[in-house]
Protein backbone atom coordinates (compact mmCIF):
# COMPACT_ATOMS: atom_id res chain seq x y z
CA UNK A 1 0.00 0.00 0.00
CA UNK A 2 1.00 4.12 -1.09
CA UNK A 3 2.31 5.13 1.85
CA UNK A 4 0.19 8.94 2.04
CA UNK A 5 1.05 12.07 3.52
CA UNK A 6 -1.64 13.15 5.75
CA UNK A 7 -1.89 16.75 7.07
CA UNK A 8 -4.93 19.41 8.65
CA UNK A 9 -5.54 22.79 7.85
CA UNK A 10 -4.91 24.39 10.83
CA UNK A 11 -7.58 27.68 9.34
CA UNK A 12 -10.47 24.65 10.45
CA UNK A 13 -9.16 23.71 13.89
CA UNK A 14 -9.93 27.52 14.64
CA UNK A 15 -12.94 29.32 15.12
CA UNK A 16 -15.78 28.53 12.33
CA UNK A 17 -18.77 29.80 11.82
CA UNK A 18 -21.34 30.83 8.94
CA UNK A 19 -23.49 33.49 8.31
CA UNK A 20 -26.05 31.97 11.00
CA UNK A 21 -24.17 30.45 13.93
CA UNK A 22 -20.71 29.83 15.09
CA UNK A 23 -19.59 25.72 15.53
CA UNK A 24 -16.57 26.19 16.86
CA UNK A 25 -14.39 28.61 19.09
CA UNK A 26 -11.61 31.46 18.01
CA UNK A 27 -7.94 29.28 19.36
CA UNK A 28 -4.93 30.29 19.85
CA UNK A 29 -2.10 28.72 17.59
CA UNK A 30 -0.74 26.51 20.56
CA UNK A 31 -4.24 24.69 21.28
CA UNK A 32 -4.94 24.31 17.11
CA UNK A 33 -1.38 22.19 17.70
CA UNK A 34 -2.82 20.32 20.92
CA UNK A 35 -5.89 19.60 19.00
CA UNK A 36 -4.07 18.48 15.79
CA UNK A 37 -2.00 16.01 17.66
CA UNK A 38 -4.71 14.26 18.77
CA UNK A 39 -5.58 12.91 14.62
CA UNK A 40 -4.31 9.97 14.40
CA UNK A 41 -2.66 9.28 11.16
CA UNK A 42 -0.91 12.94 10.40
CA UNK A 43 2.35 13.78 9.32
CA UNK A 44 1.72 17.71 8.81
CA UNK A 45 -0.38 20.76 9.20
CA UNK A 46 -0.67 23.45 7.00
CA UNK A 47 -0.49 27.04 8.57
CA UNK A 48 -2.62 30.11 7.60
CA UNK A 49 -0.78 33.62 7.05
CA UNK A 50 -1.09 35.73 8.89
CA UNK A 51 -3.67 34.64 10.94
CA UNK A 52 -1.31 31.96 12.29
CA UNK A 53 2.18 33.24 12.21
CA UNK A 54 2.36 36.31 13.53
CA UNK A 55 5.45 34.79 15.76
CA UNK A 56 7.48 32.61 13.58
CA UNK A 57 9.34 31.26 16.08
CA UNK A 58 6.26 30.06 18.58
CA UNK A 59 5.20 28.41 15.37
CA UNK A 60 9.09 26.74 15.05
CA UNK A 61 8.68 25.49 18.28
CA UNK A 62 5.59 24.07 18.14
CA UNK A 63 6.58 22.01 14.85
CA UNK A 64 9.56 20.38 16.21
CA UNK A 65 7.70 19.87 19.75
CA UNK A 66 4.66 18.34 18.10
CA UNK A 67 6.65 16.39 15.59
CA UNK A 68 4.30 17.64 12.63
CA UNK A 69 6.27 18.82 9.33
CA UNK A 70 4.94 22.49 7.67
CA UNK A 71 2.90 20.98 4.55
CA UNK A 72 2.26 24.61 3.16
CA UNK A 73 1.53 28.00 4.44
CA UNK A 74 -2.04 28.90 3.24
CA UNK A 75 -1.88 32.54 2.17
CA UNK A 76 -5.07 34.36 3.07
CA UNK A 77 -5.68 36.74 0.29
CA UNK A 78 -9.50 37.70 0.63
CA UNK A 79 -10.00 40.44 3.66
CA UNK A 80 -12.57 42.38 2.93
CA UNK A 81 -10.88 45.65 4.44
CA UNK A 82 -8.38 45.65 1.66
CA UNK A 83 -9.71 43.67 -1.02
CA UNK A 84 -13.09 44.32 -1.38
CA UNK A 85 -12.72 44.69 -4.84
CA UNK A 86 -10.56 42.28 -5.91
CA UNK A 87 -6.95 40.98 -4.91
CA UNK A 88 -4.79 39.61 -7.56
CA UNK A 89 -6.92 41.42 -10.23
CA UNK A 90 -7.97 44.54 -8.61
CA UNK A 91 -8.39 47.83 -10.17
CA UNK A 92 -6.48 48.68 -7.13
CA UNK A 93 -2.70 48.82 -7.72
CA UNK A 94 -2.76 49.26 -3.91
CA UNK A 95 -5.07 46.20 -3.08
CA UNK A 96 -2.86 44.17 -6.33
CA UNK A 97 0.65 45.21 -4.11
CA UNK A 98 -0.49 43.85 -0.82
CA UNK A 99 -2.10 40.49 -2.39
CA UNK A 100 1.38 40.18 -3.87
CA UNK A 101 3.27 41.09 -0.67
CA UNK A 102 1.48 39.10 1.81
CA UNK A 103 2.21 35.63 -1.14
CA UNK A 104 5.81 36.69 -1.36
CA UNK A 105 6.25 36.93 2.53
CA UNK A 106 4.16 33.68 2.89
CA UNK A 107 7.02 32.09 0.56
CA UNK A 108 9.49 33.16 2.29
CA UNK A 109 7.89 32.50 6.01
CA UNK A 110 7.34 28.54 3.74
CA UNK A 111 10.91 28.28 3.43
CA UNK A 112 11.27 29.30 6.77
CA UNK A 113 9.50 26.38 8.48
CA UNK A 114 10.85 24.01 6.11
CA UNK A 115 7.82 24.01 3.69
CA UNK A 116 8.33 24.00 -0.19
CA UNK A 117 4.85 25.74 -0.90
CA UNK A 118 2.68 28.37 -0.26
CA UNK A 119 -0.93 28.05 -1.23
CA UNK A 120 -3.87 30.41 -2.04
CA UNK A 121 -7.66 30.20 -3.00
CA UNK A 122 -8.08 33.83 -4.79
CA UNK A 123 -12.03 33.89 -3.70
CA UNK A 124 -11.72 38.05 -3.30
CA UNK A 125 -11.10 38.02 -7.38
CA UNK A 126 -14.55 37.41 -8.87
CA UNK A 127 -18.11 39.33 -9.47
CA UNK A 128 -21.67 38.89 -9.32
CA UNK A 129 -23.28 41.05 -11.56
CA UNK A 130 -23.16 41.66 -15.57
CA UNK A 131 -20.98 44.75 -16.36
CA UNK A 132 -19.48 44.38 -13.15
CA UNK A 133 -15.85 44.14 -14.15
CA UNK A 134 -14.04 44.18 -17.48
CA UNK A 135 -13.35 40.25 -17.67
CA UNK A 136 -10.18 40.79 -20.35
CA UNK A 137 -8.67 43.38 -17.51
CA UNK A 138 -9.09 41.51 -15.12
CA UNK A 139 -7.51 38.69 -16.58
CA UNK A 140 -4.72 40.38 -17.10
CA UNK A 141 -4.23 41.73 -14.10
CA UNK A 142 -4.71 38.20 -12.30
CA UNK A 143 -1.97 36.87 -14.92
CA UNK A 144 0.40 39.47 -14.17
CA UNK A 145 0.08 40.03 -10.42
CA UNK A 146 0.68 35.83 -10.18
CA UNK A 147 4.05 36.29 -12.55
CA UNK A 148 5.32 38.83 -9.66
CA UNK A 149 4.88 36.56 -7.10
CA UNK A 150 5.89 32.92 -8.69
CA UNK A 151 9.14 34.86 -10.16
CA UNK A 152 10.21 36.20 -6.39
CA UNK A 153 10.86 32.79 -5.38
CA UNK A 154 11.80 29.88 -8.25
CA UNK A 155 12.44 27.79 -5.16
CA UNK A 156 9.19 27.70 -3.82
CA UNK A 157 6.08 26.69 -5.73
CA UNK A 158 2.82 28.41 -5.33
CA UNK A 159 -0.78 26.40 -5.64
CA UNK A 160 -3.88 28.24 -6.65
CA UNK A 161 -6.74 26.86 -5.43
CA UNK A 162 -9.92 26.91 -7.46
CA UNK A 163 -13.19 27.66 -6.27
CA UNK A 164 -17.03 28.57 -8.87
CA UNK A 165 -18.61 30.49 -6.04
CA UNK A 166 -18.18 31.92 -2.76
CA UNK A 167 -18.18 34.73 -1.53
CA UNK A 168 -18.99 36.15 -5.26
CA UNK A 169 -21.62 34.49 -6.86
CA UNK A 170 -18.71 33.91 -9.38
CA UNK A 171 -14.91 33.28 -8.55
CA UNK A 172 -12.46 34.12 -11.62
CA UNK A 173 -10.71 30.85 -10.93
CA UNK A 174 -13.54 29.14 -10.93
CA UNK A 175 -12.34 25.50 -12.93
CA UNK A 176 -9.76 23.06 -13.82
CA UNK A 177 -9.18 24.31 -16.96
CA UNK A 178 -8.75 28.19 -15.99
CA UNK A 179 -6.19 26.96 -13.29
CA UNK A 180 -4.14 25.67 -16.40
CA UNK A 181 -4.68 28.43 -18.89
CA UNK A 182 -3.05 30.85 -16.10
CA UNK A 183 -0.45 28.45 -15.53
CA UNK A 184 0.31 28.10 -19.51
CA UNK A 185 0.58 31.89 -19.76
CA UNK A 186 2.52 32.60 -16.61
CA UNK A 187 4.83 29.89 -18.00
CA UNK A 188 7.04 29.21 -14.73
CA UNK A 189 7.71 25.53 -13.38
CA UNK A 190 6.69 26.67 -9.93
CA UNK A 191 3.09 27.15 -10.73
CA UNK A 192 0.40 24.98 -10.28
CA UNK A 193 -2.94 23.98 -8.52
CA UNK A 194 -4.17 22.81 -4.88
CA UNK A 195 -6.84 20.84 -6.02
CA UNK A 196 -9.38 21.23 -3.20
CA UNK A 197 -12.01 18.04 -4.06
CA UNK A 198 -15.36 19.58 -2.59
CA UNK A 199 -14.45 22.83 -4.90
CA UNK A 200 -14.21 19.81 -7.93
CA UNK A 201 -17.36 18.60 -7.04
CA UNK A 202 -19.21 22.20 -6.86
CA UNK A 203 -17.74 22.92 -10.49
CA UNK A 204 -19.28 20.06 -12.10
CA UNK A 205 -15.78 18.37 -12.28
CA UNK A 206 -14.84 14.52 -11.76
CA UNK A 207 -12.03 15.32 -9.56
CA UNK A 208 -9.67 12.16 -10.94
CA UNK A 209 -10.36 13.50 -14.12
CA UNK A 210 -8.83 16.97 -12.81
CA UNK A 211 -5.86 15.17 -10.90
CA UNK A 212 -4.96 13.78 -14.65
CA UNK A 213 -5.40 16.94 -16.41
CA UNK A 214 -3.19 18.73 -13.97
CA UNK A 215 -0.33 16.19 -13.83
CA UNK A 216 -0.44 15.01 -16.98
CA UNK A 217 1.31 19.42 -17.17
CA UNK A 218 3.25 18.55 -13.84
CA UNK A 219 1.06 21.38 -11.95
CA UNK A 220 -0.55 19.19 -9.46
CA UNK A 221 0.72 20.55 -6.15
CA UNK A 222 -1.30 19.93 -3.62
CA UNK A 223 -4.42 18.43 -2.91
CA UNK A 224 -7.33 19.35 -0.12
CA UNK A 225 -9.55 16.29 0.54
CA UNK A 226 -13.12 16.80 1.27
CA UNK A 227 -16.70 15.92 -0.09
CA UNK A 228 -19.41 18.09 -1.41
CA UNK A 229 -23.12 17.87 -2.78
CA UNK A 230 -21.72 20.16 -5.35
CA UNK A 231 -25.12 21.81 -4.59
CA UNK A 232 -25.14 25.67 -2.86
CA UNK A 233 -22.45 26.00 -1.14
CA UNK A 234 -18.83 24.90 0.22
CA UNK A 235 -19.67 22.11 2.61
CA UNK A 236 -16.09 20.46 3.26
CA UNK A 237 -18.03 17.46 4.21
CA UNK A 238 -15.90 14.13 5.13
CA UNK A 239 -14.41 12.22 2.77
CA UNK A 240 -16.69 9.76 0.52
CA UNK A 241 -19.47 10.34 2.33
CA UNK A 242 -21.10 11.41 -0.71
CA UNK A 243 -19.12 10.95 -3.61
CA UNK A 244 -17.76 7.22 -2.57
CA UNK A 245 -17.07 6.23 -6.10
CA UNK A 246 -15.99 9.23 -6.97
CA UNK A 247 -13.13 9.38 -4.41
CA UNK A 248 -12.20 6.03 -4.97
CA UNK A 249 -11.77 6.58 -8.29
CA UNK A 250 -9.39 10.26 -7.76
CA UNK A 251 -7.04 7.49 -5.25
CA UNK A 252 -6.96 5.31 -8.02
CA UNK A 253 -6.04 7.82 -10.64
CA UNK A 254 -3.51 9.41 -7.62
CA UNK A 255 -2.19 5.91 -7.57
CA UNK A 256 -1.80 5.19 -11.45
CA UNK A 257 -0.27 8.81 -11.96
CA UNK A 258 2.48 8.58 -9.06
CA UNK A 259 0.89 11.77 -6.84
CA UNK A 260 3.53 11.71 -3.95
CA UNK A 261 2.64 14.92 -2.56
CA UNK A 262 0.15 16.00 0.65
CA UNK A 263 -3.45 15.15 1.29
CA UNK A 264 -4.41 17.59 3.22
CA UNK A 265 -7.73 17.54 4.77
CA UNK A 266 -9.86 20.63 4.83
CA UNK A 267 -13.06 19.67 6.39
CA UNK A 268 -15.55 21.38 8.16
CA UNK A 269 -17.12 20.37 12.18
CA UNK A 270 -20.41 21.29 12.86
CA UNK A 271 -21.88 18.36 14.12
CA UNK A 272 -18.70 16.62 15.46
CA UNK A 273 -15.46 18.42 16.78
CA UNK A 274 -12.47 19.17 14.95
CA UNK A 275 -10.50 16.48 15.92
CA UNK A 276 -13.38 13.67 15.42
CA UNK A 277 -13.90 15.43 12.21
CA UNK A 278 -10.10 15.32 10.80
CA UNK A 279 -10.31 11.89 12.35
CA UNK A 280 -12.70 10.52 10.17
CA UNK A 281 -11.65 11.82 7.36
CA UNK A 282 -8.26 10.81 7.29
CA UNK A 283 -9.90 7.42 8.23
CA UNK A 284 -12.19 7.32 5.44
CA UNK A 285 -9.63 7.98 2.95
CA UNK A 286 -7.06 5.22 4.62
CA UNK A 287 -9.82 2.77 4.59
CA UNK A 288 -10.55 3.83 0.79
CA UNK A 289 -6.63 3.50 -0.26
CA UNK A 290 -6.76 0.45 0.90
CA UNK A 291 -9.79 -0.92 -1.08
CA UNK A 292 -7.96 0.30 -4.07
CA UNK A 293 -5.44 -1.31 -3.52
CA UNK A 294 -7.45 -4.73 -3.23
CA UNK A 295 -9.29 -3.96 -6.39
CA UNK A 296 -5.88 -3.45 -7.79
CA UNK A 297 -4.30 -0.61 -9.99
CA UNK A 298 -3.82 -2.95 -12.64
CA UNK A 299 -7.17 -5.00 -12.55
CA UNK A 300 -9.16 -1.36 -12.98
CA UNK A 301 -7.19 -0.29 -15.84
CA UNK A 302 -7.62 -3.69 -17.76
CA UNK A 303 -11.47 -3.18 -17.04
CA UNK A 304 -11.05 0.67 -17.78
CA UNK A 305 -9.69 -0.41 -21.43
CA UNK A 306 -12.86 -2.41 -22.24
CA UNK A 307 -15.25 -0.73 -24.74
CA UNK A 308 -18.24 -1.57 -23.68
CA UNK A 309 -17.46 -3.13 -20.43
CA UNK A 310 -18.96 -0.74 -17.71
CA UNK A 311 -21.03 -3.72 -16.44
CA UNK A 312 -17.88 -6.16 -15.81
CA UNK A 313 -16.13 -3.03 -14.25
CA UNK A 314 -18.91 -2.43 -11.63
CA UNK A 315 -19.45 -5.99 -11.28
CA UNK A 316 -16.02 -6.99 -10.50
CA UNK A 317 -15.65 -3.29 -7.83
CA UNK A 318 -18.53 -4.09 -6.36
CA UNK A 319 -17.59 -7.99 -5.78
CA UNK A 320 -14.33 -6.39 -3.98
CA UNK A 321 -16.74 -5.04 -1.42
CA UNK A 322 -18.12 -7.71 0.21
CA UNK A 323 -16.09 -10.54 1.88
CA UNK A 324 -19.22 -13.41 0.26
CA UNK A 325 -20.23 -12.69 -3.09
CA UNK A 326 -23.57 -12.17 -3.79
Known amino acids: MRKWKFSVNSGFLGRRRDRFTEYQPDRTLEEKFKLA ?4 GIDGIELKYPADLKDIKLAKRLLEESGLVCSAVNVDI ?24 LLREGMDIASELGAGLVTTCPLADGYDYPFQIDYSVAWQRFVETVM ?49 IGHSFAAG ?47 YTLDRIGYDGWLGGDVTSKHIGPVEAFDTNTRMIQRMAQLVDRMGTEKITSLIHKDGGLAETFDYLSRCLVEKEI
Open 37 to 40: KQVR
Open 78 to 101: KDAAFFRYGALSAQSKEARDRAAS
Open 148 to 196: EVVSYRRDMKLALEFQPHEPHAKILLSNVGKVLHICSEVGLPNLGANLD
Open 205 to 251: ESPAESAALLASKERLFYIHTNDNTGEGGDWDMISGTVHFWHLLELL
